[in-house]
């Protein structure tokens, strides 16, 4: 009864094995194709992002149906062996198994190919951000410095051309507060020094901020590629090595078969 129970587990068994093994590389690859798109290969953010780091997250979903295949042509190998009438499922096995092994190698070249284009693109789209960070913040503190230089300007136009400060009140264009403020120039001409000087103060406190911030900034990308380069490149290194041993071990063994 033993003997009977086992020879009808081992078919089911290896049927389920085969069959969950291949759904699940099939949908690895599905995703792999379909879950970039559109693509982007001009992007570095784009192959970093949507590119190389799903494609080793779904790698390992490939890997663990590679191995289901394969426990399914051992188990097959095992049912040849016990059933010496028929060399049905030696046979079935052993086509399995070259299938497997080619397939594990392309996938091997693949996560090699996938490790390369991350790492290649990695660095330099560390320095691009890092370039565009530090044009942003030299923009910034580009405008700043104009606006220090256009109030100063114009506060010095008007305090120096009372008949164009006359003017300006006549038509409005000063509020209360600033023909005070003009007045007050005309009774204490240092003031202007001391207005002049606190502008460039706090646009010096603006800029030690906006560098603060790029620095960190900076950190963040940093942290980011190196995060990046442990997790997608460790997965991609070890996806290569084991699909490499499944393949490369499977054709040895189909080619000593033979």
């Known amino acids: ?12 068994l290896s049927l389920a094995c085969r069959s969950t093994g291949i759904i699940m590389v099939l949908a690895s690859l ?6 970039p798109w559109p693509y982007q290969f001009q992007d570095r953010e784009w192959l970093l992002s949507n590119f190389t780091s799903p494609i080793a997250e779904q790698g390992i979903i490939a890997l663990v149906g590679v191995v289901l295949i394969v426990g399914s042509c051992w188990i097959d ?28 190698v392309c996938f ?7 490790l390369f284009l991350h ?7 560390r320095s691009e951000q890092i370039a565009t960070l530090a044009a942003e913040t030299a923009q910034i503190e580009s405008q700043l410095q104009e606006q220090v ?12 051309d009372t008949a164009l400060r006359q003017s300006a009140i006549e038509q409005g264009q000063l509020s209360n507060e600033e023909i005070a403020f003009l007045e007050g120039l005309d009774e204490n001409p240092d003031g202007f020094n001391l207005i002049e000087e606190g502008l460039q103060s706090r646009l010096s406190e603006t800029q030690v901020d906006l560098n603060l911030q790029r620095q960190q900034q900076q950190n963040d990308i ?17 996806l290569t090595v084991g699909f ?7 054709v040895r063994l189909y080619l000593n078969g033979k």
């Open 1 to 12: 009864m033993n003997v009977l129970t086992n020879r009808q587990i081992s078919p089911l």
């Open 30 to 35: 599905i995703n792999m194709i379909v879950g």
């Open 77 to 104: 190998s095992l049912m040849g062996e016990n059933q010496s009438k028929s060399a049905t499922p030696q046979a079935r096995a052993s086509v399995w198994t070259m299938i497997v092994s080619v397939a594990s």
């Open 108 to 114: 091997s070249f693949f996560f090699l190919l996938t």
């Open 119 to 125: 790492m290649w693109n990695l660095f330099p789209w």
């Open 149 to 160: 230089e256009q109030q100063t300007g114009l506060i010095r136009t008007y305090w120096e």
């Open 222 to 238: 940093a942290r980011r590629v190196l995060r990046s380069a442990l997790r997608t490149g460790s997965d991609s290194l070890l």
């Open 244 to 250: 490499g041993v499944i393949g490369w071990t499977g």
